[in-house]
């Protein structure tokens, strides 16, 4: 398996354009969790589906954040406006709902001038 | 509401001697514990766990890992560090409840060994 894959791997953005981040999950597992990083703030939970549904979206920032899952095999991590403070590298990570053992991709630093 | 510390923002140590990273949550319940290194440029990557049973948990690159419920700590561990090992490293908790539940990360800790 190729594992968790993330495009693009690196993002560079001026102030107000849209983000759009991707992810492509591990075949087979069911759980899937978008993440930022950031020096500030280290490793913060944005939001996790389960079965492509949303499950809790109670990390997203705010409302110019949203998240899609329309198959087993994508999601989307969308930032429109960006700003500046959204300048941080995102993670998205799958795992399998029998197992605790979360399985990261490599990350998109997204950069917003 | 579950939790995770990790008191040392750096562990630095010598090519050869042992390594501790240390680690204290706090859970309500059974707690399941969780270890993940981070090398530059890459994504988070398992090394072990701690679900149940032996208090001393055996991982991925020589690291183990040891559970002690009344120090509700979990200090990750390494006989002869390497300098390969130098990395960022997370510890991550979530309650012991029957189906799923989020994982907590700790704010993580830079090992740097010196050759």
């Known amino acids: 398996d190729a594992g968790v894959i993330q495009s693009p791997r690196h993002e560079v953005t001026e102030m107000g354009q849209e983000v759009t981040l991707r992810c492509k999950p591990i075949?087979?597992?069911?759980?899937l969790f978008w993440y930022r990083q950031t020096m500030m703030r280290g490793l913060e939970l944005l939001i996790y589906?389960?079965?492509?549904?949303?499950?809790?979206d109670s990390g997203m920032p705010e409302d110019r954040f949203s998240a899609k899952m329309p198959n087993a095999s994508f999601s989307t991590l969308k930032i429109q406006p960006s700003e500046p403070r959204d300048s941080a590298v995102y993670f998205c990570?799958?795992?399998?709902?029998?197992?605790?053992?979360?399985?990261f991709g490599p990350g998109t630093r997204l950069t917003v001038l | 509401a579950q939790s995770v510390a990790q008191p040392e923002d750096q562990v630095n140590v010598a090519e050869g001697n042992p390594l501790t990273v240390k680690c204290t949550y706090s859970?309500?319940?059974?707690?399941?514990l969780f270890w993940y290194v981070q090398y530059p440029n890459r994504g988070l990557q398992f090394l072990l766990k701690?679900?149940?049973?032996?208090?001393l948990v055996k991982g991925s690159y020589g690291f183990e890992a040891e559970f002690n419920k009344s120090q509700t700590s979990f200090h990750l561990k390494k006989p002869s560090a390497l300098v390969s090992d130098s990395a960022l490293y997370f510890c991550?908790?979530?309650?012991?409840?029957?189906?799923?539940?989020?994982?907590?990360f700790g704010t993580g800790t830079r090992l740097l060994v010196s050759p």
């Open positions: 859970v309500s319940g059974n707690p399941y």
């Open positions: 589906f389960n079965n492509n549904v949303p499950i809790d």
């Open positions: 991550a908790v979530r309650e012991g409840k029957t189906g799923f539940q989020k994982l907590v």
């Open positions: 075949s087979g597992h069911d759980y």
């Open positions: 990570a799958s795992t399998a709902g029998t197992t605790d053992t979360q399985y």
């Open positions: 701690y679900i149940t049973g032996d208090n």
